[in-house]
Structure formats: C-alpha cells, structure tokens
Nanobody, 123 residues
C-alpha cells in the first residue's frame, strides 16, 4: 500500500480555507480506512476526520464538523481534507494515516503515517 505523503499546508488568515492532500504510493485495500489527525503546538495528536476507502462513510471530530470535509479520489489513491472557516485553534501539523477500523479516533489504531504538513492560522 506504500507511503503516505501530505501536501497543501501553509499560512492562512482566520476565516480562510486550505485543502490538504494525502497521496498513497500504492492502492489502498478495500478494507482500509484513511484519516486525518493534527498535532497543535505543545499538545498531543488529535483526531480530525476519517473515511472508508471502499465506501463513502465519513466521521468527524466535533471541533471540525461543518467546517472540514474529507473526501477521496480512488483513481489517484489520494485523500483530501477541505478546511473552511479556519481559526487559530486549527493550527498544527496535519498527518494522514491509514488503518482498518471505522470509525476510529485513536491514533494508536493506525498503522501507517505520513510525515505531516504544517497548517498555521493567523488571527
């Protein structure tokens, strides 16, 4: 299934938007689940959103529900995270992960991780 590589992070003002991408170097299995986590400065890694690879089922953290959308392009082996109405509390390193349980918010349940992409929201 290969490596996971995130992109799309950057600096944005409060209220702005960013779209993160996570490209897998190999085709995920139909049983796989893809997810986004984030790690704010000085804090532990926290769950953001997850999506089943073979279905359109999604699940979000309460803190991002209604603002973030997780989606996938199966032909491109890529998962996206559209982030709207960003606030400084959304600042952190965003990680893509691959697992097998859905819905799963515990990072220890995920077996593959990307290196992360920095998102900074200025006030």
């Amino acid at each position: 299934q290969g490596q996971l590589v995130e992109s799309g992070g950057g600096l944005v003002q409060t209220g702005g938007s960013l779209r993160l991408s996570c490209a897998a170097s190999g085709r995920p299995f139909s049983s796989h689940v893809m997810a986004w986590f984030r790690q704010p400065p000085g804090k532990e890694r926290e769950f953001v959103a997850t999506i089943r690879w073979s279905r359109d089922s999604t699940y979000y953290a309460d803190s991002v529900k209604g603002r973030f959308t997780i989606s996938k392009d199966k032909a491109a082996y890529t998962v996206f995270l559209q982030m709207n109405n960003l606030t400084p509390e959304d600042t952190g390193v965003y990680y893509c992960a691959r697992g097998s349980n859905f819905p799963e918010s515990n990072p220890q349940s995920y077996t593959a991780w990307g290196r992360g992409t920095q998102v900074t929201v200025s006030s």
